[in-house]
């Protein structure tokens, strides 16, 4: 399908908030708020209190925790 879910509790999550939608039929896709991989990471170490735009060097080679630095987290989310 087009669509997943996920469920988030704790770290200030809103309780019982039901965020975006899917289509009724396949194959599913997100109609309503639709949130990128690289957002939900953003907002889980935004959960964790760690910014999204941090970076490590490796090797002389920026790694960052979200890719290249550029989720947003889903502020909509949280309490």
């Known amino acids: 399908t087009g669509g997943s879910s996920v469920v988030m509790f704790g770290g200030g999550m809103k309780k019982g908030h039901v965020h975006g939608a899917t289509a009724d039929e396949r194959p599913l896709v997100a109609v309503k708020d639709p949130v990128t991989i690289s957002d939900l990471h953003a907002t889980i170490f935004t959960a964790m209190g760690i910014s999204p735009k941090t970076m490590f060097e490796v090797e002389h080679r920026p790694f960052y ?3 290249d630095g ?10």
Not at 70 to 79: S, Y
């Open 65 to 67: 925790v979200t890719e």
């Open 70 to 79: 550029k989720g947003q987290a889903v502020t909509d989310l949280f309490a």
